[in-house]
């Protein structure tokens, strides 16, 4: 009983330090004045984010990427599937308010696509796809993990999402693209 009482202690006080670092992040994030090549790319990030990038390397692979291409389409859309009904359900369950319910951004004034912020769906979204392709082409890892990543930041930068949301993203994204490709290979 004492042990399971301590071990309750810990993962407040972790909730605790992950939730005072996240709302300091965000009160500087959302009153950044960032410069116009920063608005810019993150809202290029977070639009290509919304679906049509990833569709779009989709159709390319399918058309260029050789014996390959079936079965690593194939890992992308089950690792992205498997991520959208993971976060529907983790969101729903966690509950956690997006920063832009706290306090208004400076210069985003992007509309949520929902309520809740744990964890960023455009992230594992991202990470599912970006990774999965990348295990079948590693000659496309660096670019795709730059959009990945791209997609990521604007979350936070745009105040959607704490950076603890993006990092649980990009964590779970990662692992069901690793267990999808095992599947497809």
Known sequence: MATHLRERVLGSAMLD???????????????????????????AATRGGDGWLWYAMGVVILLFGGPDRFRAVGAGVLAELTGVALFLKLKKMAGRKRPCAYEPHCWADLLPPDQFSFPSGHTITAFA????????????????????????????????????????GAAIGSALAYASVALFR
């Open 129 to 168: 796809i970006a990774v999965s392709l990348s295990l079948f082409y590693p000659s496309l890892a660096i670019g795709l993990l730059f959009c990945a990543a791209s997609v990521a930041a604007s979350r936070i930068l745009l105040g959607m999402h704490f950076l603890s949301d993006v990092l649980a």
């Open 17 to 43: 330090f992950i939730h005072h670092r996240d709302h300091r992040l965000m009160r500087r994030v959302n009153r950044w004045p960032a410069p116009r090549w920063v608005r810019l790319w993150m809202m």
